[in-house]
């Protein structure tokens, strides 16, 4: 492999990888498996395993859990005890340090784009589910999802693309990102509350810029597609068929 071409794998995981989002007016990026109320980290990992997911890389070192801060205020939804519980089952797991990790591959069919599942138990319960997948061309997408009682309540989703700069060289390459940013509060299997927000800028910076840029709200039409997915990614390995028809939108191998 030559080094542009190392390079060029390891920098679009950058895009996704740095914490990042909006959290409560004023917070700096989460850094969390799940980010927070607005943050991500995307990068299709190596081998699946039962025991512990594996080792996050320096771009997604911000995302071990417990260290994120809340998520983002309830915009519209000032005093909703709902959007209250929530956040509050939220910090309950990002406050968890003993969580159990394991992570299975995903591999689209033809080699169009993969990814991996990283799931984090308490008690065998699934607490956290993140869903990082790389399709075709540039373009990258983290699901990350939050659970109570077997029942998803909060959902992060970052989806996005990167080129390369063309005023970059390839001694010292850059790449330019562009990300969307979607969280969906769910109560009794119904999104209640869904934002959006978006940046456009240097891969190195796009944390920063997501951090920075202003909440919108969303007309939700992306929570049922991902309210799916994470009902499917509780069956765990067992359940990879069905994941990846979801993510990969074929019949996978």
């Known amino acids: ?19 990042r989002g909006d959290l409560a007016p004023g917070s700096s990026s989460p850094t969390t498996p799940a980010g927070s109320a607005g943050d991500s980290g995307a990068r299709p990992a190596a081998t699946a395993t039962t025991s512990a997911a594996p080792a996050p890389s320096r771009a997604e070192a911000s995302s071990a859990p ?7 205020a309830a915009e519209g939804a000032p005093g909703d005890p709902r959007i209250d519980r929530i956040r509050k089952r939220y910090q309950e797991i990002q406050a968890d340090k003993g969580l159990e990790k394991s992570a299975f591959r995903l591999e689209c069919r033809g080699g169009e784009g993969g990814g991996e599942v990283r799931l984090h138990r308490k008690d ?22 939050y659970y109570d009682r077997g029942e998803v309540v909060f959902i ?26 979607f969280r969906y509060y769910v109560h009794e299997d119904r999104p209640i ?18 951090d920075r840029a202003p ?15 994470a009902s499917l990614v509780l069956g765990g390995e067992k359940a990879s068929d069905d994941v990846k028809r979801a993510v990969c939108g074929r019949s996978s191998r």
């Open 156 to 181: 992060l989703h970052d989806t996005g693309g990167w080129s390369w700069d063309p005023k970059s060289t390839p001694d010292e390459p850059e790449t330019i990102s562009s990300t969307t940013q």
């Open 66 to 72: 417990g260290d994120a801060v809340s998520p983002g």
């Open 215 to 229: 909440n919108e709200p969303d007309d939700c039409s992306g929570a049922a597609a991902a309210q799916r997915l």
């Open 124 to 145: 065998s319960a699934v607490s956290i589910a993140e869903v990082h997948f790389g399709g075709p061309g540039h373009n990258e997408s983290v699901h990350r999802f």
């Open 193 to 210: 509350l869904c934002l959006k927000k978006h940046a456009k800028g240097s891969s190195r910076e796009i944390g920063a810029l997501l």
């Open 1 to 19: 492999m030559t080094i542009r071409s190392a390079i060029a794998l390891a920098l679009p995981l950058l895009v996704l990888g740095c914490g």
